[in-house]
């Protein structure tokens, strides 16, 4: 069995098929785990550059969710954010966010265990057989943005293409800002609304809980697209407005620019997953609720399904 990208969705399927008992491998064209719940170190001090927090609210997931707390890798943010547009600023309650200390990767690493990653590993085709790149397997999951799956897929896997050419992404660009101290007014996470650059803003020392003075922003769907191409020269206009939104004197003492080219998809995909007679499977956040619990509970479900139908096969 070969499941294609370790961001979770791929993990907590194939986590589910070595719970069966199936021989499964991830393979990862990153050399780390974890996909948009990336974490990158700056002097040694990891920022998330992908998803922001999380928020549980399914069962099983709070079990996960208790499992990594117990670990020490995960703790409850904050449940209060704060809202800037037109009106000024306001207090939005919500529910509780949750935060990683060492990285939103460092739950995903976690989740993979001991399960087999194989890292710097691109998957070029997923044919009929099913075959990936050119050699067969008994089932192939590919969990990943629909985008990048389409780029695999052999268009005579007529369902599977079709499913994934039918999701809608949005870009993103992450600005990471580390700042000589921290002279901002007191905010964990900061919406912001109908801003020409920004979209969110948080505040990575306090949700990190070392109180360094890093705050990670991230720009509109209509601004990342008009900087995929250079990502980096959008950085200037990323600090300046996190400056001018907070009032901020000086200039950041760094700045990294990441670029997601599927930060996220429209709401609304069927899910939670497709599996489909040929023994192709297609998983994550696109499927159901776009969020990391979504995803979660996509690969979950659909290695579940995928382990009932392959040990019935085998009788
Ligand atoms: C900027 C941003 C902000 C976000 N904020 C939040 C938030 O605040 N809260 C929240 O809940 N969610 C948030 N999300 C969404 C959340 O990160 C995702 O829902 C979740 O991480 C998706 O997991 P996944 O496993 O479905 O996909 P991914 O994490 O994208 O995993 C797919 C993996 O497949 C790999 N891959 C792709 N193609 C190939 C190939 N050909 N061969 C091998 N490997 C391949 C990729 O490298 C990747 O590791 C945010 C996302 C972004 C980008």
């Given at each position: 069995m070969v499941v294609v990208g370790a961001g979770i969705a791929g993990v907590a399927c194939a986590a589910e098929l070595a719970r069966a008992g199936l021989p499964v491998e991830i393979r990862e064209r990153?050399?780390?785990?974890g996909g948009r719940m990336a974490s990158k170190r700056f002097e040694g001090r990891p920022a998330d550059l992908g998803a922001a927090y999380f928020t549980v609210d399914d069962p099983d997931f709070a079990a996960v969710v208790d499992g990594w707390r117990a670990a020490g890798l995960a703790r409850e943010w904050t449940d209060t954010l704060v809202a800037y547009g037109p009106r000024g600023r306001e207090e939005v309650a919500g529910p509780v966010r949750w935060a990683a200390p060492?990285?939103?990767?460092s739950l995903v690493e976690h989740l993979a265990g001991d399960l087999p990653v194989a890292h710097n590993r691109l998957v070029m085709t997923v044919e009929p057989g099913p075959r990936v790149d050119g050699r067969a397997a008994e089932a192939v999951v590919l969990a990943m943005p629909g985008p990048q799956a389409a780029l695999l897929l052999?268009?005579?896997l007529a369902a599977a293409t079709r499913a994934v050419a039918a999701q809608r992404w949005s870009s993103a660009l992450t600005g990471v800002l580390r700042f000589?101290?921290?002279?901002?007014?007191?905010?964990r996470g900061a919406f912001v609304n109908e801003h020409p650059v920004l979209s969110t803003v948080c505040d990575d020392g306090d949700r990190r809980g070392d109180g360094e003075p890093v705050l990670v922003a991230h720009t509109t769907t209509e601004f990342a697209s008009g900087h995929?191409?250079?990502?980096?020269?959008a950085g200037p206009a990323i600090e300046q407005a996190v400056r001018d939104l907070f009032g901020l004197p000086e200039p950041a003492e760094l700045t990294h620019v990441h670029r997601w080219t599927y930060a996220k998809p429209a709401a609304g995909?069927?899910?939670?997953y497709h599996l489909y007679d040929d023994g192709i499977g297609l998983a994550g956040?696109?499927?159901?609720?776009?969020?990391v619990q979504g995803a979660w509970r996509s690969g979950r479900d659909l290695g579940r399904a995928l382990a009932a139908r392959l040990l019935a096969d085998r009788g």
């Open positions: 990153a050399r780390v785990t060492r990285g939103l990767r052999d268009p005579a000589p101290a921290r002279r901002w007014p007191d905010f995929l191409l250079q990502p980096t020269a995909g069927v899910g939670p956040d696109a499927f159901g609720r776009p969020r």
